[in-house]
């Protein structure tokens, strides 16, 4: 590639109520508020030195306005423009002061349909990594990953892997060696991207990144004291593919947060991707728990980059489902 | 009380492979192997100096032959057993020298047909709670309580506190303050022994004490590796009543394991019992949830200490019913 | 005895700042402030239903006022006073009403010179143990014991065995098999009280209990991010004796604090203490790192509980020393 | 540049004593051991896929052979033999089937005099990292950094920043700005390799990266209770430069391991270097413990890339010392 992508970066979501997204995130989980106003809330990370990494923004509708990657340097965001061009991908441009903290932004409907933004840059704040006394709740460090649900996911898989310079770290095998879900990275972690197949374009949920296990265990104390019992929808437990310790929870609007730790260094060109059969019950819960319905089924709808209407979505071209357990 | 138990000692299970109960107790569980034979193996967490806790016997069939409480002083025995006679609750006699490194015991049927047994001595062994580097998998330190299912709760609950001198930390109450389940103690912990009302009477669990949360967690992972998987049936969680951080295994034979972390100090007599209803649904599971039903409906069979035949069981007084989540 | 002492229920320190104990005690630590005003501050741990175990007093000059043990019955401290006063220790009452939320205490001057207090009552509080969105800083769980130097550790330790009821769990023996150092306890941890051989009577700490290891850590963390790093005296290490995973600070007026995880049970008469030679070095800390000069010289003047006076030390009959480590 | 290192791949020490080292590195902290026959132990840790990150070799003196990195691909090699040499900087060949399990590798002695190595191409294992029930000791997750004394800091700075494609995470300034310590990373994390200035080229120590806290802690207890306490020379601690938790062990041969927590993504090129004064007491130790003097003054002896001659030092052209601590 002539572009370098370097990680997942923001994600843009559109919230009902913003004074619950903020008891939620804020409050419950100890996202730190860099700044808000009357229709929008920016929050970060303990170690993020970017402005943001997470905007809610006060919305009639819930929705994914866009999730956004971080690339080298500008001159990449004229280059992914072209390449987009090319594919007959249309792109948009937001200029900077458009978007509070960042700089010219290139937003695009990528090959599934998700809406897409690439910066190079973003305002620097103080970093509280070490101002420990204001951690609280689920202590996230930093913004993690995507993952969204998609189709036809071996169509994003050979976008993502051939183009656009993803590597694949771990994947799950239907029948017939088709991709039925697959884990990408740019980082050298385990993944910026996951896709999986199901009815889509939409975004599954967004990863944030822990530091440790016992606070994503606090997490679910706190939110349960707090009355948040119901917000926990699987976890905490670990997966087989990509080996995270997780805890998945819906926020007021029914956006899906997952709270990682875990992950493993994938640096090396000689790493081979890990592949996972489709019913291997230890795939998607290394211990064996059953996933409940709620988290095959449901994800958040995407918006157009360009209309700001909601993307409809496709039936999954490989029967989707849960895998099934014999236990 | 003229006697004084001091706390739940060990539990006696008969099971039908000690090879396969040796690697689920020993290899995965990491308890100490403290002396086996043919037909008996002995086991003791970490930090107990007492030569066991836990005896697994060869037998046709699961089940449980005794529970067994210490008491203070061999005098304790005589007292209890007059105690028990005048109840018309028929005792036995185990001399010493007829169970391996315990002193004479006392065995009784008690009010609900619960094989107890009493001993003031036992045998003692190297603890090794600073032999660090022989901690493995749950990193056990010790048995904590018994978990029994009676038919009423209420009789047992009357017998224990009148006439043993448990004192209650919290308890389950159903409609009209019936009490649903209680959890008594002797030793200033939540428990030395709980009660819930179901098919009885029968052993749910036997409860081991881990010093910390993360050895909870590491064990599904070991157990997982090992292929023990579907031995996990329940958690990790939170337990809202006694707040308890547990992890529910099922041994080769069905037996229930509690892995119990938390507790609190219960040593005052001013410290109120903490009353739960039963259709709280953070009482089971704080985060809210959904226990098997298996958790709810299986359970050990329980041996007459006179004959060594199973005893039959009751329905319920109360209606036995899994709390109700509206989620 | 025909009295029951239950446990370590609190200590009345004077200090000098209010306002920095404060940030101390309950911003840093996290302490609950169960209530205060101009001259006092009570703090209690979070699963504790008592109103206090921590009561702060502004004064000119740093103390301790008072060390007090719960008792079973407001009988047992009419027989603790006739017990003191039969050997010639003068005690003092303090009625109802002229102490926040404590009913009648017996104070007297014990066999060391140290400053007790008996209570039966005090007035409870709503435990937090569950309302885990307030768990901030150590996470502090309740109070746990006392530690005191004394000139004769043999004296003291006779005193509170043969006639207080306390039972030895571990202990250190210096040459000629002489006490150097004694852990003793009512209720079954390994201490409600410790004694060292040293200039005394003085209280060397007072010592909390944490659930767990991992808040030992962060509250280094947190005190270095508020600027209390030469606060941490010692540690996070590991004692030999007591198998505490144990962190010692001084608060801002030099009064030590111990914060502690481990501890076993000690509810069983066949439990030998365990002793320790003065000179081996994995006794003081396990793995082997030397304690601060300051740690075995330093500690809380206590007073008169008749006439509020210093209680003067005197020199230990024990030489006394740091262990030699030889490294 | 034209070629791309991708990270810390491997050390090789020789050690005096394999057995010794067996037991300190594998029985005690866990490290797999891949393969190993009379002169030689291959390491690795539970997530590595390469055959080892750790090579002992039996040898009559300790020192350390060879610090080895990872490149991208063969080429890599050719590109950076030809840079080298026209640096001046005389490189050797070890050709494939020289060595084990690894390809064909460059040597080089660097701009300090530290032995470096680089390959591509190394033989790929079995993955341990879901092996839990294989997890002991130290659970080392991954090789994670280097640390190298050298006289001019600054001349080493210039060299990996400007020539090697290495980016500044964190320094130490001593007067004049000039820098007296500097953490380089080539994958996003703080460091692959630090320079501290003294008396150089000697290996400082060779950094594992463990994936909690809680291993570490039990690292010491495990040290500890297998008699190696004396071999925890620092730690456990945080360091303010990169926030780790940190545990610095002298192996059998005095080698310095650290094993390392913490850690944080430094992918974005707007991450402005941290500055630390030399003489801010949190910069070693956030909690304002001092480091021992043996840290800042002991370290590995390296050896001649073509004679196996061990390298001469030179004293440090900023005054080596250990920061004041005025607490």
């Known amino acids: 590639m002539a572009f370098d ?60 306005e866009v999730m956004s990657y971080k690339v080298q340097s500008e001159d990449d965001l004229e280059v992914l ?19 509070k903290a960042i700089g010219r932004t290139l937003r695009v409907q990528d090959i599934s349909g998700l809406p897409l933004e690439f910066f190079a840059k973003m305002d620097t704040v103080d970093r509280l990594l070490q101002q420990y006394h204001l951690y609280k709740g689920a202590r996230i460090q930093r913004i ?14 050979d976008f993502y892997t051939e183009s656009l310079g993803f590597v694949c770290s771990e994947y799950t095998a239907a029948e017939n060696e088709q991709v ?33 296990q ?25 997966h087989g593919l990509s080996n995270a310790f997780f805890l998945y929870l819906r926020d007021p609007d029914g956006h899906r947060i997952e709270l990682y ?12 991707p890990i592949k996972w059969d489709l019913n291997d019950p230890q795939r ?23 209309t700001g209407e909601a993307i409809s979505t496709d039936q999954p071209k490989l029967k989707q489902r849960k895998p099934m357990f014999v236990i």
């Open 5 to 64: 992508i370097i990680r997942t970066a923001r994600a843009v979501l559109n919230v009902t109520d913003l004074e619950a997204s903020r008891r939620f995130y804020v409050d419950a989980l100890g996202l730190i508020e860099t700044e808000s106003d009357d229709s929008t809330i920016y929050l970060r990370g303990l170690e993020e030195h970017n402005h943001h990494s997470l905007v809610l923004k006060k919305a009639d509708t819930a929705s994914v």
């Open 81 to 99: 423009s072209d390449f987009f061009n090319s594919k007959g991908l249309r792109t948009t441009w937001v200029e900077e002061g458009r978007q």
């Open 144 to 157: 993690d990953h995507f993952n969204c649900m998609v189709p036809d996911v071996q169509k994003a898989y």
């Open 180 to 212: 039925w879900a697959a884990w990408l990275h740019r980082k050298p972690s385990v993944h910026d991207v996951a896709f999986m197949s199901g009815d889509g374009p939409r975004l599954h949920h967004v990863g944030f990144w822990l530091s440790d």
């Open 214 to 238: 016992l606070s994503l265990i606090h997490t679910c104390d706190v939110l349960a004291s707090l009355g948040y019992g119901p917000s926990i929808e699987r976890g905490p437990g670990r």
């Open 261 to 272: 730790n875990g992950d493993y260094l994938t640096s090396d060109p000689d790493f081979k």
């Open 284 to 306: 998607g819960t290394f211990w064996g728990h059953e996933a409940p319905d709620s988290w095959f089924h449901e994800a958040s709808t995407v918006l157009d980059v360009n």
